[in-house]
Structures are given as structure tokens and as C-alpha cells.
T-cell receptor, first 114, second 113 residues
């Protein structure tokens, strides 16, 4: 079975640009979460979606937005990119948003803002 | 608010030696606890989890961890490490199983021959 797939794997953008990152969850999983991992730090929670509804939001500016589609895939959008947005963006999927389920992570998208 | 402290940022050990990676958490409510491993340029892989029940949890690759509620700790142990265990290890906590994981800053384990 395919795991969590993220695209693209690497991306270079210029300050001020917009970026869209994509995530396909494991088949049957209805919850998708996004995390930002800055070099040398642990991942930080950005968003969680379940059944296309936002279930949680971390402490990130409004430049960050996300959505979940009817097939449960998800997009993370970041506007007006800053140098500090350079990070590994991880997507995780789970069957439910809680209920003793575990999160499975994708390989991540490495975003570099120059 | 929940938080996780990983007490050691780097742990060097020799092959076949035992290792313990320390993790303390703070939370005002019951939590679920996890250890993830991250190999270079990869995502996170779940090593083990504590949701309820026995406080000694066994995971993959010979790792185990013990939940200690009184000391708010969830230390990861392996009796004999291999070169292939070289990676970064993250402790995480959540209120729901997969809901908003809060991670520590990570411990880089380096296993030397």
C-alpha cells in the first residue's frame, strides 16, 4: 500500500512569492495534518483537517492556509514568502483525528526561500 | 499548554552499547506519548507509542520506553545499538492519538564503530 505522498519533494521560491504544497493521505485515512520543521528543531503543528473541516490550527500567521478535498488529499498554501519560511513541511495522515489513532508521516517537502 | 523537553541534544555511543534518550513532558490533562525517528532527508517514522495500559511499551527495532506519570517522563531505551540506529529521535505528546502532536527539539543519536 502507498504511504503518505507529498509533492514536490524540493522547491525553491523567492521572497514574496506564493507556494502550494500537496499531500495525498494513506487510502482510507480521513485526517490530514501539516507540520513545519525548521532545521535543527522538532516539527511544529500548523493545521489539522478531518472530513474537509479544520480541526485545529497552530500558532502561524494568516499567510498560511490549507484545505482538504473530497478525496481527502490536502493542500498547504503560503503567501508572501519570507526567508524564515524555509523549512521541511511534513504532512501526516490518520484514520481519525484522535480516537487512539496514530499519525503516519510523508517524506516532506523541502522549501527554500531565497 | 503541553510541552516536551528532550534533555540531550546529542548522544554519541559505541556500537553494541546500551542507550537511553530522555524525554520529559508537561501537561495539565492526560496525554498520549510517542517516539519518532527521522533518518537524514526523510520524514518521521513511529517507533512506539503509549496510549494507555502497561507503562512499558515495546516498539520497532528493539526500542522500548517506560511511561512514568509521577516523574512526567517517557525515556527511550535500547539495550544494544547498531550503526543503523544513527538518526534523530523525537519525543511527542498529544491529547488525542493523532491530534496536534507537540514535539521536542530532538536528540541526535550517533552510533560509532
Amino acid at each position: 500500500d502507498a504511504g503518505v505522498t507529498q509533492s514536490p519533494t524540493h522547491l525553491i521560491k523567492t521572497r514574496g512569492q506564493h507556494v502550494t504544497l500537496r499531500c495525498s493521505p494513506i487510502s482510507g485515512h480521513k485526517s490530514v495534518s501539516w507540520y513545519q520543521q525548521v532545521l535543527g528543531q522538532g516539527p511544529q503543528f500548523i493545521f489539522q483537517y478531518y472530513e474537509k473541516e479544520e480541526r485545529g490550527r497552530g500558532n502561524f500567521p494568516d499567510r498560511f492556509s490549507a484545505r482538504q478535498f473530497p478525496n481527502y488529499s490536502s493542500e498547504l498554501n503560503v503567501n508572501a514568502l519570507l526567508l524564515g519560511d524555509s523549512a521541511l513541511y511534513l504532512c501526516a495522515s490518520s484514520f481519525h483525528y484522535s480516537r487512539n489513532t496514530e499519525a503516519f508521516f510523508g517524506q516532506g517537502t523541502r522549501l527554500t526561500v531565497v | 499548554a503541553q510541552s516536551v523537553t528532550q534533555l540531550d541534544s546529542q548522544v554519541p555511543v559505541f556500537e553494541e552499547a546500551p542507550v537511553e534518550l530522555r524525554c520529559n513532558y508537561s501537561s495539565s490533562v492526560s496525554v498520549y506519548l510517542f517516539w519518532y525517528v527521522q533518518y537524514p532527508n526523510q520524514g518521521l517514522q513511529l517507533l512506539l507509542k503509549y496510549l494507555s495500559g502497561s507503562t512499558l511499551v515495546k516498539g520497532i527495532n528493539g526500542f522500548e520506553a517506560e511511561f512514568n506519570k509521577s516523574q512526567t517522563s517517557f525515556h527511550l531505551r535500547k539495550p544494544s545499538v547498531h550503526i543503523s540506529d544513527t538518526a534523530e529521535y523525537f519525543c511527542a505528546v498529544s491529547q488525542g492519538g493523532s491530534e496536534k502532536l507537540v514535539f521536542g527539539k530532538g536528540t541526535k543519536l550517533t552510533v560509532n564503530p
